[in-house]
């Protein structure tokens, strides 16, 4: 199955083992594990849990959308805009280029057409109607994240190139990228974006990668850091709380935007997921800036209520003061506009639109291109 991807080999893999993360034969977490960050009483969802557990885990109806390209036919006035498409992808627009991170477009997170988590709410927009980026970064290889039928349309209809953690490339590649086009990063590395004076910095990250039963943490995870010549964002990808995010902030930062996952958080993975809670806990580690709640809105991959992360984000932020950027899908926002919030997802359950059989995820919209028939 093409969309599995590939093992790293040859040069790929000897770069990867030289790295400081690399222990035996995969990647490790360097820091250990934060104390209280995970429940020891709290078992692990099982296959029952996901078929059939929690309530409310996707929405009664669909959520509200716009199509951003009108307004991105306006630079931002700042020099800084995101445009949040769902899950972790946002078109970030910073200092005159485009960044795009972790493209999911496909129906399911998941290597199969048929089975796996699939999404209750489509994109914004097509794949095909989106500005070429300048940039795509991916920060892992889970399948909510490095999406085989997004990653193919790319790889066939642009010439854009990818940065990524140590050892996806491998995957890139198998999915139709040219090696040129591959930039791969271990931990602090730096990659200059030609043309554009964006640099791309890998740094740490708390979680694991994998994309089948006999390769994880195969390849690196990492957040990413994106730095113009004006503005810097961070970008989380999957983590848990951990304090290289210090670090983090006194080598890479101030940042004027973060993005960090608050979605898909359980009791028992609170070593590889921040959830609303620890998002707050990182974004204090990091330094401030305007947050940007992302991993949320699109699949169901826990137990708890679809709005739950934004509904306790936002409760948990007001007295704390941060400054929140909660946009609906493709309502492209500038962070130094700091607008109050508006709850827009407690309309969506029983607001009108096109209802959700209790139980079950509706067919996305079809997207822009096919799936490759090879």
Request: hydrophobic content about 40%; glycine content about 10%; charged content about 20%.
């Amino acid at each position: 199955m093409k969309s599995m991807g590939r093992r790293a080999e040859g040069e790929r893999l000897e770069r990867m083992r030289g790295s400081p993360l690399w222990v035996g034969d995969d990647f490790r977490n360097r820091h250990p594990v934060l104390p209280g960050l995970r429940d020891p009483a709290a078992p692990r969802p099982t296959l029952a849990d996901f078929l059939c557990g929690g309530e409310r885990r996707v929405p009664r109806h669909a959520l509200p959308s716009s199509d951003p390209r009108s307004a991105w036919l306006q630079p931002p006035a700042s020099g800084l805009r995101a445009t949040w498409l769902g899950h972790s992808t946002v078109l970030i627009e910073i200092d005159g280029h485009r960044v795009l991170t972790d493209p999911v477009w496909g129906p399911r997170a998941s290597p199969s057409r048929l089975a796996g988590p699939r999404r209750f709410q489509p994109a914004p927009l097509r794949l095909s109607h989106l500005p070429t980026p300048d940039v795509v970064l991916v920060s892992h290889d889970h399948y909510d994240h490095l999406d085989y039928p997004t990653v193919r349309a790319l790889a066939r209809h642009t010439d854009v190139p990818f940065v990524t953690s140590l050892g996806v490339g491998a995957h890139l590649e198998a999915f139709g990228v040219p090696p040129e086009r591959i930039t791969e990063l271990d931990w602090w590395e730096t990659h200059r974006v030609p043309g554009t004076g964006l640099e791309v910095t890998a740094a740490p990250s708390q979680h694991f990668s994998g994309r089948g039963l006999k390769d994880r943490n195969a390849t690196l995870w990492s957040s990413l850091v994106v730095r113009g010549p004006r503005h810097s964002v961070f970008f989380s990808g999957d983590t848990g709380l951990t304090n290289e995010y210090a670090a983090i902030r006194e080598r890479l930062g101030p940042f004027d935007l973060v993005m960090l996952e608050v979605g898909a958080f359980h009791p028992s993975w609170g070593d590889i997921h921040l959830g609303p809670e620890n998002a707050l806990k990182a974004h204090a580690l990091l330094g401030g800036g305007t947050l940007l709640p992302v991993h949320w809105g699109t699949f169901s991959l826990a137990m708890h209520a679809w709005d739950e992360p934004a509904e306790t984000l936002l409760a948990l932020a007001g007295p704390l003061g941060v400054p929140l950027l909660m946009p609906t899908l493709g309502q492209p926002v500038e962070p130094r506009e700091r607008r109050p919030v508006t709850p827009w997802w407690r309309a969506v359950d029983s607001g009108s639109g096109a209802p959700v059989l209790a139980g079950r995820q509706p067919e996305p919209l079809p997207g822009p291109m096919p799936w490759p028939a090879d």
